[in-house]
């Protein structure tokens, strides 16, 4: 069974920022929670119709070649994790706020058949209205 | 493809603010040579000096003296694209520096496309494309 996500207790950058961010951080923090929950539903509350799931780690295993769209996108990046990973995990370590969205600073580390990676990698939220419009991942190399 | 060979534009100035400015401007006129309209044009070079002022600030701090940044940009097809290399440590989290990181998102808005990654040097390498709309 995959494990996706744990969160590292970490403050928002408050840098400045508008007011608002604490809440955006809240929506980023309780997406990396709904993962580790392996919670779709709990995922989904926090993420607009129109959102795009640029995970490449994680698709183009998958045999895919495009990011995931919407709220089925969404439900196709939780079953090929779980499909293409025999563990997974995400580790947002820092989570900083800025007036245009979240960057989560992480790594995660997978497992699949002998395949083992741990890379270090960059998320770049943007959201609207209080939901996830955009997420992309950024491979940022080898975890040391 | 191999960005080096088939940049248009390269140039390497040390990761200091002076260095920001200057190619700040020069990719700007890099983008208007190719008719980018003036919005363009201010959002390649928006984009462009925050990847630049990100290395300065943060890729070196570290080291004793400052690195390296590369600028490289070129034209394919309907899109600039825009890379900023820099040889430093990498973009990792800092707790003593908030401010890491808060420009990314500022250029995601302003780019068409963005990608961070590894650069061949170690550092970290900032992919940007922008639609060109000629004026």
Redesign the interface.
């Known amino acids: 069974m995959a494990s996706f996500a744990r969160v590292t207790p970490a403050e928002p950058g408050l840098y400045g920022t508008p007011g608002e961010v604490d809440a955006e951080v809240a929506v980023v923090r309780a997406i990396y929670e709904a993962f580790s929950r392996r919670d779709v539903e709990g995922m989904l509350q926090h993420v607009a119709d129109d959102c795009v799931v640029d995970l490449p780690g994680t698709y183009e295993r998958a045999g895919r070649t495009e990011p995931y769209r919407g709220p089925g996108g969404v439900r196709d990046y939780f079953a090929d994790a779980a499909r293409v990973w025999d563990d997974l995990s995400l580790e947002a370590e820092d989570i900083r706020a800025a007036s245009d969205g979240v960057v989560v600073f992480g790594h995660i580390e997978g497992r699949r058949q002998d395949e083992v990676i741990r890379r270090r990698v960059i998320w770049l939220w943007q959201l609207r209205a209080g939901k996830a419009v955009r997420v992309t991942a950024n491979d940022m190399g080898e975890l040391a | 493809m191999n960005p080096a060979a088939v940049a248009e534009f390269a140039e390497a100035a040390p990761a200091v603010p002076e260095s920001v400015g200057r190619l700040r401007n020069a990719v700007g006129e890099f983008a208007r040579s190719h008719g980018a309209a003036d919005d363009l044009v201010m959002a390649v070079q928006l984009a462009t000096s925050e990847a630049m002022s990100n290395a300065v600030v943060h890729a070196f701090v570290d080291r004793p003296e400052p690195g390296t940044i590369n600028l490289l940009a070129g034209r394919d097809g309907h899109e600039i694209w825009v890379l900023v290399r820099d040889d430093g440590s990498?973009?990792?989290?800092r707790p003593d520096s908030?401010?890491?990181?808060?420009?990314?998102?500022?250029m995601?808005?302003t780019a068409d496309s963005?990608?961070?990654?590894?650069s061949p040097d170690?550092g970290?390498e900032v992919a940007m494309r922008f639609t060109l709309i000629t004026g």
């Open positions: 990498g973009m990792r989290p908030p401010g890491l990181g808060v420009g990314l998102p500022l995601t808005r963005l990608k961070l990654g590894e170690g970290t």
